[in-house]
């Protein structure tokens, strides 16, 4: 298999020479790390200094025949992987998809999400990911703050997309991209005068003779960006943070090179949305470490739990809810979990007793991940139970450092509690359209505020104290509580709204949502509520409200201010 030829970007420069990223559509994203700690870390060995799909090609000269990702439709070796990749690249080309785009990609798990995403790594665009679902409201959202000029989705999401499109400033370009798309169906819906209207079909994809070698790759610069994270926030609006090439392979792939130390051939199953911060680890994983990428078609426990006995993964990543579903199941009569070296999970400090049971259950280490999309990461692994799960390990200075903090800004010493600030490898660039999150959370010399309230022991490990964000953590999605009020509070029926967390012994928490009725106005039942959320306001179906409180009036505590307090324990109460 010969190398494909690199062309440059027009107008191809290095980040010290173009100055701030600029997207076709006028997107800024300028870099908020001195560029000289960049080169310092590119020095020490921390980052590769290639683009995305440059390194992913390189794994697939290396080794054509591995399979790369084994989903329920079957397996792709890497060679095979590849030739969908470029072919899928081609067709975006064509239809006019450059490089300094945003390609939006809302996709389920399978092959069809990594296809996407490094077909748009090959075009030298960048690519904004957000879990796939029912409900509108955060694709549009999404759309509209980043201007991105393609989406790539699921033909559910794309007819529901489509009639709103007059409502964004940019009408992006819409493409169907489902794995069981019969073979011949018309996926690509071009919405801009001229485009090519040639079909983006998968199945077209499966036998095809297209010759990778014909696909004339752009060269990234790769300090550029190249994927820009989604998460919710406390904002009203999910916030994207942007990733340059050498912050997801090095800061992100340095993470993992500590967590697959002494597996020459990683193989995970990742259980989290691929399109998640924390399920980005899926793709990293192909083109920094040669792994072979197992995914299930959604979260069931049995099911995964017979993924590891079929498909013998070295490494499960999960959250808390998953994995505390899998260990209360009674072992089948042919389970075999013995090829697992490690189970990862992500939790704001892992409950004791779920460590217990993970231990017994699947017979090896627990490594636990303190993180955010931020560029927050910090990592401990468990061989052994502890009841004191706050203390993890020392940060990697290949991946990033902590400093602590008091409310002016000034380092604390060892052993005092104050604010987390990080800066490292795996620093992203800054939020897509949010000057304001950038002056909040940015902070000179490219230190990130996290928010978040910890410690340094006096021989550096980091102790997680409590996350100073209010989402709510429902079974490894976070909820933004102030996005749900607001279309709570538009229900014409209602005259206040509050969302708040409710514990939940299966998923971490459920969101309730404790309202005020309008004079005179029946209040509505929580039914009613949720297809006005779904239907009017186009709420994702995991953001509804779980729970309905209605009051006559919203708690106040003594300095004025709303109770949120208050408002959980009342929930809790009429549980």
Known sequence: MTAPTRRRAPGHRTADERGPWLSRRGVELPDLVPQELRRTWSAQGHYPDQDLYRLFRQRVHSHPDRPAVIDPGGSLDYAELDRRVCAVAGRLRRAGVAEREIVAIRLPNGWPAVVAELAVAALGAVALTFPDGRGSGEALSLLARSRAGTLIA??????????????????????????????????????????????????????????????????????????????????????????????????????????????????????????????????????????????????????????????????????????????????????????????????????????????????????????????????????????????????????????????????????????????????????????????RRRAPGGWVRSGDHGLLTTDGRLRLLRRSSQLVKRGGYSISPAEVERHVGAHPALAEAVCVGVPDPDLGERLCACVVPRQGLPTPTLAELNRFLESERGLERRKLPEQLLALAALPISAAGKLSRTELTALACAER
């Open 154 to 439: 699921t033909a559910a999401t794309v007819r529901e997309i489509a009639p709103l499109l007059g409502r964004l400033p940019v009408e992006p370009l819409l493409f169907s991209f489902d794995r069981a798309a019969p073979s011949g169906t018309p996926l690509l819906h071009p919405q801009r005068p001229g485009t090519d209207p040639a079909a983006l079909d998968p199945g077209a994809l499966d036998g095809g003779a297209f010759d990778p070698a014909a696909f004339d790759p752009v060269g990234a610069d790769p300090q550029a960006p190249a994927r820009i994270l989604v998460s919710s926030g406390s904002e009203s609006a999910p916030k994207m943070i942007a990733y340059s090439h050498n912050a997801m392979a090095g800061g992100r792939g340095n993470y993992l090179r500590a967590v697959y130390a002494g597996v020459p051939r990683p193989r995970p199953l990742v259980l989290v949305p691929l399109a998640s911060s924390y399920g980005s680890l899926g793709v990293v994983s192909l083109y920094r470490h040669g792994a072979t990428l197992v995914l299930l078609d959604g979260f069931d426990a049995r099911t995964a739990l017979r993924a590891v006995t079929r498909h013998r993964p070295t490494h499960l990543f999960g959250v808390a809810t998953m994995l505390r579903r899998m260990t209360l199941l009674p072992p089948e009569p042919d389970e075999d979990l013995g090829s697992l070296r490690a189970v990862i999970a992500s939790c704001d400090g892992l409950p004791a007793p779920l460590l217990a049971a993970c231990l017994e259950r699947f017979g090896c280490p627990v490594s636990n991940l303190y993180g955010s999309s931020d560029g927050v990461n910090c990592r401990i692994e468990h061989h052994a139970w502890t009841e004191d799960t706050t203390l993890l390990g020392h940060p990697d200075p290949a991946v990033c450092a902590f400093t602590v903090r008091d409310e002016h800004g000034r380092e604390l010493p060892p052993d005092t509690a104050g604010e987390l600030w990080t800066r490292g490898p795996m620093t992203p660039l800054c939020y897509l359209g949010a000057p304001e999150l950038d002056a």
